[in-house]
């Protein structure tokens, strides 16, 4: 559904800008330390470890599960209609890492349910987005 009052991210700033760009071409990416070999999660310019600069972007499979979840029952914004799931995604490959998303209406979770991103591909922005998958499968 088409919606012209969402908010869009800033695809522009240089810590985050490759996110956007590998989301652009269906490619879920996460910032390594290449020092330390960990998730650098939010992204930004020095690892938060050991304060190495990094600029190693590395792909993610987009399978995750459900780490945790409101229903949010209260609009606070035209662009956002209520009632959604805000979820909080767990990487299954890259498991300290954790993405938020949203899923339309009310879903009954219970946590650790499947789930893979998928593209949406706006104007200026591709949006990674999150649905749930039967276990098993992907
Ligand atoms: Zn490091």
Known sequence: MKNEN????VTTDPDTAPFWAAAREERLVIKYCEECDRP???PRAYCPVCRRRSDV???ASGSGRV?????????????????YT????ELADH??????????GRVP?????????WFEHLENVTIPQWRLVEAGGA
């Open 67 to 83: 780490y945790s979840w409101t229903i949010v029952e209260h609009q606070v914004h035209p662009g956002y209609p209520t009632p």
């Open 109 to 117: 979770l219970v946590g650790g349910e499947p789930v893979q991103v």
């Open 95 to 104: 498991r300290s890492v954790r993405l938020l998303g949203s899923l339309p």
């Open 40 to 42: 650098i999660h939010l």
């Open 6 to 9: 969402r908010v869009l991210p």
């Open 57 to 59: 972007w590395r792909d």
């Open 86 to 89: 805000s979820v909080l995604v």
